[in-house]
C-alpha cells in the first residue's frame, strides 16, 4: 500500500473518531471471530483501539460452541429449539461453567495482554442482569429472558476505563440461574445503556436480500423494512433473533446497529471508521 493510501485510511477516521468520543459500543462477540486464534488477535486488537480513541466498548460474549464441546465430552446431545438451548439443570452447569468460567477469563486476559483492562462480568455480578424464566419458545427449562439491567455496575467500570465483558447468565427472583441468548443480552444492554451503536459479529457478511447471491449484501435498512423481511423470509433462521435484537435496542434508543462478518480481519474498525463500511447497518 503507498504511504498516501495509509494516510488517507487514518483521515478517513478522523470525523468518526471525533464523533464518537465518550460513546459506549456494545459489541456482541461470537462465531469464527472466537474460535480462529489470529481473529480472536485482532478483536481484541480492535477493542484496545476502541477504547484508546475514546470509545467505550461493552462486550458481550456467546460461546453456543464451547458448551457442546464440553456436553459433548459428557455423552450429553445438545438440544435447540428455534436457537435456544433445552437447559435442565445439570447442562445449565456446564453452561455457566463454561461461559463464565472458561470463555469470559479467556476473553478478559486476551483484552489485558493486548494492553487493555478487562473486567469479566456474568449477569449475576453486581446484580448486572436480572433473569425470568422465557417460555415464548415452550418450555425449555432453565432459558432466561432479561427482565432488567443495571447499567450502574457497567459506568462504573467504564467510568474507571474498564472494557466489561459479560457472559449472559443470569439469576431470577426465584434463586434460579438462567441461561440467555448472548444476542439477547447484548441487545438489552445496548438498549438499557442508550448505546451509540450495537454491533454483532457473526459468520456471513451481513444481511442478503437473497441469501445464496452474495451480491445481494444490503448495506443498511430501516427497522420497518427490516420486519417486513423477517415477516417476508427474507432473512430467515438464526438471522431473525439477531434483527429482531436490533430493532428491540433501536426502538430503546439505540443509534445505529450492525451486522458484520467477524471472519474478516478488524472487521469491527473497517465497519466504523470507514465511509460505506462492509456488513448490514440497521436504522430507525
Ligand atoms: N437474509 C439473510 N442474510 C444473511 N443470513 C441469513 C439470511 N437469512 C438467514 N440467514 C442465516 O442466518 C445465519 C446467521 O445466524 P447464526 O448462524 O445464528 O449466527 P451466529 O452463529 O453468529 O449467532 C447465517 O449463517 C444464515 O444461514
Ligand atoms: C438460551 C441459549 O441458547 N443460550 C446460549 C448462550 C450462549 C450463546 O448465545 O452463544 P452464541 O452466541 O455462540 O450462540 C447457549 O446456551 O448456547
Same mark, same amino acid.
Given at each position: 500500500?503507498?504511504?498516501?493510501?495509509?494516510?488517507?485510511?487514518?483521515?478517513?477516521?478522523? &470525523? /468518526?473518531?471525533?464523533?464518537?468520543?465518550?460513546?459506549?459500543?456494545?459489541?456482541?462477540?461470537? %462465531?469464527?471471530?472466537?474460535?480462529?486464534?489470529?481473529?480472536? @488477535?485482532?478483536?481484541?486488537?480492535?477493542?484496545?483501539? *476502541?477504547?484508546?480513541?475514546?470509545?467505550?466498548?461493552?462486550?458481550? @460474549?456467546? %460461546?453456543?460452541?464451547?458448551?457442546?464441546?464440553? *456436553? %459433548?465430552?459428557?455423552?450429553?446431545? &445438545?438440544?435447540?429449539?428455534?436457537?435456544?438451548?433445552?437447559?435442565?439443570?445439570?447442562?445449565?452447569?456446564?453452561?455457566?461453567?463454561?461461559?463464565?468460567?472458561?470463555?469470559?477469563?479467556?476473553?478478559?486476559? /486476551?483484552?489485558?495482554?493486548?494492553?487493555?483492562?478487562?473486567? %469479566?462480568?456474568?449477569?449475576? +455480578?453486581?446484580?448486572?442482569?436480572?433473569?425470568?424464566?422465557?417460555?415464548?419458545?415452550?418450555?425449555?427449562?432453565?432459558?432466561?429472558?432479561?427482565?432488567?439491567?443495571?447499567?450502574?455496575?457497567?459506568?462504573?467500570?467504564?467510568?474507571?476505563?474498564?472494557?466489561?465483558?459479560?457472559? &449472559?447468565?443470569?439469576?431470577?427472583?426465584?434463586?434460579?440461574?438462567?441461561?440467555?441468548? #448472548?444476542?439477547?443480552?447484548?441487545?438489552?444492554? #445496548?438498549?438499557?445503556?442508550?448505546?451509540?451503536?450495537?454491533?454483532?459479529?457473526?459468520?456471513?457478511?451481513?444481511? /442478503?436480500?437473497?441469501?445464496?447471491?452474495?451480491?445481494?449484501?444490503?448495506?443498511?435498512? +430501516?427497522?420497518?423494512?427490516?420486519?417486513?423481511?423477517?415477516?417476508?423470509?427474507?432473512?430467515?433462521?438464526?438471522?431473525? &433473533?439477531?434483527?429482531?435484537?436490533?430493532?428491540?435496542?433501536?426502538?430503546?434508543?439505540?443509534?445505529?446497529? @450492525?451486522?458484520?462478518?467477524?471472519?474478516?480481519?478488524?472487521?469491527?474498525?473497517?465497519?466504523?471508521?470507514?465511509?460505506?463500511?462492509?456488513?448490514?447497518?440497521?436504522?430507525?
Amino acid at each position: 500500500m503507498e504511504t498516501i493510501e495509509k494516510a488517507n485510511i487514518l483521515i478517513e477516521a478522523l &470525523p /468518526y473518531i471525533e464523533n464518537f468520543r465518550g460513546k459506549i459500543f456494545v459489541v456482541k462477540y461470537g %462465531g469464527n471471530a472466537m474460535t480462529d486464534e489470529r481473529l480472536k @488477535h485482532m478483536v481484541m486488537e480492535d477493542l484496545v483501539f *476502541l477504547k484508546l480513541v475514546g470509545i467505550n466498548p461493552v462486550v458481550v @460474549h456467546g %460461546g453456543g460452541p464451547e458448551i457442546n464441546d464440553l *456436553l %459433548g465430552k459428557l455423552g450429553k446431545k &445438545p438440544k435447540f429449539v428455534n436457537g435456544f438451548r433445552m437447559t435442565d439443570k445439570e447442562t445449565m452447569e456446564v453452561v455457566e461453567m463454561v461461559l463464565t468460567g472458561k470463555v469470559n477469563k479467556e476473553i478478559v486476559s /486476551y483484552i489485558n495482554r493486548c494492553g487493555g483492562k478487562a473486567i %469479566g462480568l456474568s449477569g449475576k +455480578d453486581g446484580g448486572l442482569v436480572t433473569a425470568d424464566k422465557d417460555l415464548s419458545n415452550g418450555d425449555l427449562g432453565l432459558v432466561g429472558y432479561v427482565k432488567s439491567v443495571n447499567t450502574e455496575v457497567i459506568q462504573l467500570f467504564i467510568k474507571e476505563d474498564y472494557i466489561p465483558v459479560i457472559s &449472559p447468565v443470569a439469576i431470577g427472583e426465584d434463586g434460579e440461574t438462567y441461561n440467555i441468548n #448472548a444476542d439477547t443480552v447484548a441487545g438489552e444492554i #445496548a438498549g438499557s445503556l442508550g448505546a451509540e451503536k450495537l454491533i454483532m459479529l457473526t459468520d456471513v457478511e451481513g444481511i /442478503y436480500k437473497d441469501y445464496g447471491n452474495k451480491d445481494s449484501l444490503i448495506s443498511s435498512l +430501516d427497522i420497518k423494512t427490516a420486519l417486513d423481511y423477517v415477516n417476508e423470509g427474507v432473512i430467515d433462521g438464526g438471522m431473525i &433473533p439477531k434483527v429482531l435484537c436490533c430493532i428491540n435496542a433501536i426502538k430503546k434508543g439505540v443509534k445505529k446497529t @450492525h451486522i458484520t462478518d467477524g471472519r474478516i480481519p478488524h472487521s469491527m474498525l473497517l465497519e466504523i471508521f470507514t465511509d460505506s463500511g462492509i456488513g448490514t447497518v440497521i436504522v430507525r
